[in-house]
């Protein structure tokens, strides 16, 4: 079975220090996508970053960046110099092909980060 | 440009009641998809659609039925409400590229409560 996981379910951080989200997953595919998204109180799902998984070079997208360790199919996401607005749910996704030849997304039970000031 | 957008916001039904949840994007994206959200369960997949006149099946399709007449919409239908269906609703849309896609970008989600 394709599966997400996010093993803890909340974490906090003071502001301006930085903060790892973890994430793991299972498959048996060599090419695949993975995403984090981030969901604030107003519910809506922002992607955050993205990583292809024939690069292996880590994305970065200014303040966040992911630590991808394809052989361990680990997929971390750093937040440095964290903000009050990073405050939210943050959800890991792997994209996997359907059996109709589409594609969706899996996404872990996320996780939610607070942000004290 | 509004991206994807989702009517309505908030809705109350009662058991057996049906509806229409609404959803469009302005980006030309060739797949759109449905997904309900509920506590400690994360998203999944409702129904998808790859093009205008082609849908199928995703994870937890029961209940609900689409169509995709146009591109730009994709209507989630429920024929007779219950209150497991009480859930906040997404719907994505994604560029296909070849037979893959790109990044899915979500509207801002209906929340629906069945009584």
């Known amino acids: 079975a394709q599966t997400v996981t996010q093993s803890q379910p909340e974490m906090s951080v003071q502001e301006a220090e930085t903060v790892t989200l973890s994430c793991t997953y299972d498959?048996?595919?060599?090419?695949?996508?993975l995403f984090w998204y981030k969901q604030p109180p107003s519910r809506q799902m922002i992607l955050v970053i993205r990583?292809?998984?024939?690069?292996?070079q880590n994305a970065t997208e200014n303040r966040f960046s992911v630590n991808f360790q394809k052989a361990a199919k680990s997929f971390s996401l750093k937040i440095s110099d964290s903000q009050l607005g990073d405050a939210a749910m943050y959800f890991c996704?792997?994209?996997?092909?359907?059996?109709?030849?589409?594609?969706?997304?899996?996404f872990g039970k996320g996780m939610k980060l607070t942000v004290n000031p | 440009n509004a991206g994807v957008t989702q009517t309505p916001k908030f809705q109350v039904l009662k058991t057996g009641q049906s509806m229409t949840l609404q959803c469009a994007q302005d980006?030309?994206?060739?797949?759109m998809s449905w997904y309900r959200q509920d506590p400690g369960m994360g998203l999944r997949l409702i129904h998808y659609?790859?093009?205008?006149?082609?849908?199928d099946q995703g994870e937890v399709p029961n209940g609900y039925n689409v169509s995709r007449s146009t591109t730009e919409d994709f209507p989630l239908r429920l024929l007779s409400a219950a209150p497991s269906q009480t859930s906040v609703y997404f719907c994505?849309?994604?560029?296909?590229?070849?037979?893959?896609?790109?990044?899915?970008?979500f509207g801002p989600g209906t929340r629906l409560t069945v009584l």
């Open positions: 994505a849309s994604s560029r296909r590229t070849g037979v893959s896609t790109d990044t899915q970008y």
């Open positions: 498959t048996s595919e060599s090419d695949y996508y």
């Open positions: 990583q292809e998984a024939y690069k292996q």
């Open positions: 996704a792997y994209r996997i092909r359907t059996q109709g030849g589409s594609e969706k997304l899996v």
């Open positions: 980006m030309n994206h060739e797949y």
């Open positions: 659609s790859v093009g205008a006149g082609i849908t």
